[in-house]
């Protein structure tokens, strides 16, 4: 960690993300440095839309899953040429938005969909590209079958030029072979569509869900190796067809950090607590169990000149360093970390969460994907509805207050 990013934690108000712009290239071009210029890469902005805002050159395309993306993506002046408008649940007005901005490329995941385009595409003398998403015994996408049979009949769907299959299966893999499995796949689909529809895909969309570590220091090393191993896959694929590598939490994820303020110590029961100003409300990690497993923390002592890094001993340390960490929610689930080595921690002391630059600051309540947040009613004893609040759109607190500063 470099001495800028340090100074940046002890100056920034608490709780606070950080979002290193360098850190969030450097993972672009690792990506890039193991799959080659003739794959292009997309980044899925679910898990992070800030980082819109330092968006290197080196992306392709954009990923967008919902009218409130959309919505980000044009407060940044997005090139629509570069956006996929894809999601489980596009209505033909979402659409028609998507197209009357411009956005040329949108998945299919279903007949409605595909009819939804056609008609939107129709009405504005359009034709657009589709990537027909294949399910994978998932909600998303359509079965096999269901996409032989739209590519079969895709002359019937006006407005629409069937271009390609998009294909994504989960996240967080940490096996490289489930990966090459699903290369096979698609090749043998591929060898399929050829053979008994006499049609050639222009372009596959992937998303390889490779995982990302958060409890271990070694994460780099072990993330670069699984790309590794997957790379030849990927080449060998795009050999026969164009082929666009999505990603999101594997690009955003290391970029992250979050900073809080230690605001209270005390030991209960031969326990030693820390209470801190941030919370589980505002720090996700996939995989952690009631802070049993610890990611890497930056520690931050305060000093009469500001803040200093305090190193762990490892495992020299004693049991009275080591702490639970807690944050402000009234609820014994808002525990971040148990037994964290943390020596001589106390209060106004700074704690740094790496890893955090994906979906940490919205996926845990209610600003995931920039959805609307519901309505709130109430039904009185006399049977009468009454509105308590309206639908709220979201997007305007997952983007820069002044995001012209950032065009």
Known sequence: MNNT?????????????????????????????????????????????FLLAVLPDGFSNIEVCSPGELEICKAFRIDPARIIFSGVNKSAEEVGRALDYGVTLLTAESYSHLDSISSEASKRGLTVDVLVRLSCESQFGMDKA??????????????????????????????????????????????????????????????????????????DDKEAARLGEIAESIRELSARVHVTVEMGRFFAAPCGYYVTGVVDAKTNDGLNYAIVDGGLHQLKYDGQIQGMQIPVITHLKSTDDGFTVCSAAGSEVQAEDKW???????????????????????????????????????????????????????????????????????????QPEDITAWL
């Open 5 to 49: 990013l340090i100074k940046t934690f002890a100056e920034v108000s608490s709780p606070a993300y950080v979002f290193d712009e360098e850190g969030f290239i450097a993972r672009m071009q690792l990506v890039k440095e193991a799959f080659g210029d003739t794959i292009d890469i997309c980044y899925s902005i679910k898990a992070n839309p």
């Open 146 to 219: 269901d996409v032989f049979k739209v590519i079969a009949d895709r002359a019937s769907y006006a407005g629409i030029r069937i271009v390609g299959i998009h294909y994504f299966t989960g996240t967080q893999k940490t096996r490289p072979k489930e990966i090459i499995k699903e290369m096979s796949r698609l090749g043998k689909i591929l060898d399929r569509l050829e053979e008994e529809l006499g049609y050639v895909p222009e372009r596959i969309e992937y998303g390889t869900g490779l995982a990302v570590d958060y409890f271990t220091s070694e994460a």
């Open 324 to 398: 639970t960490l807690c944050g402000s929610l009234c609820t014994t689930a808002d525990v971040i970390a148990r037994n964290a080595a943390l020596p001589g921690l106390a209060i106004g002391d700074r704690l740094v969460f790496h890893r955090t630059g994906a979906y940490s600051l919205y996926e845990g309540f209610s600003l995931f994907l920039s959805r609307d947040l519901p309505s709130i009613c109430v039904l009185d004893k006399a049977g009468t509805l009454h509105l308590m609040r309206s639908r709220i759109e979201t997007a305007q607190f997952n």
